[in-house]
């Protein structure tokens, strides 16, 4: 896990003792879809919204393939989308999916090493709805600004900090 501007990271990988997912496939093994259900049932009780991401190693796919890591990547994280929404994550609580490929690896110098094929699930942050400070009329003399902040009184310069 790891904190990121836009919230905390959770990322499943795989190794060379356990996937997720079958060879080449999007399909969930049964590890992967355990490890997917405990996760949701912790992230649907919460009010974040989630971003689910897929990635791969750069083992590619035949040159003549019409199916490839782009492909693969954005199914399963769609993969991980369905198990985790229909084990508590709410349907309005998914906010993108993502597939990246072969494009951010976790180890760059090893390409093809199975830590990179992962899941990651970001849990974003709360956003603070200011609805009702825009309720609140402003104080006597003081007027707000598109980002709702506070500005100096007209024909008076803002105080410096």
Do not use: C
């Not at 782009?70 to 991980?80: C, I, K, T, V």
């Not at 072969?102 to 699930?121: E, F, G, M, T, W």
């Not at 309720?135 to 709702?148: D, I, L």
């Amino acid at each position: 896990m790891t904190v990121t501007t836009e919230g905390l990271r959770i990322e499943l990988s795989e190794s060379a003792s356990g996937t997720f997912f079958d060879s080449g496939s999007a399909r969930l093994n049964g590890d992967g879809s355990e490890m997917l259900i405990t996760l949701a049932q912790e992230l649907g009780s919460l009010p974040n919204k989630l971003s689910i991401e897929g990635h791969t190693d750069s083992t590619p796919y035949a040159p003549s393939a019409t199916y490839g890591n782009w492909e693969l990547s954005a199914d399963r994280a769609n993969a991980a989308r369905r198990v985790m929404q229909a084990h508590r994550v709410r349907a309005d609580q998914v906010r993108q999916i993502r597939g990246f490929a072969d494009q951010h690896l976790r180890k760059p110098d090893a390409p093809q090493d199975p830590a990179n094929r992962r899941i990651s699930v970001i849990v974003q942050y709360i956003v603070k709805n200011n609805d009702e400070e825009d309720a609140k009329p402003a104080a006597e003399g003081e007027q707000k600004n598109e980002a709702n902040k506070s500005i100096a009184p007209a024909g008076k310069p803002p105080a410096k900090d």
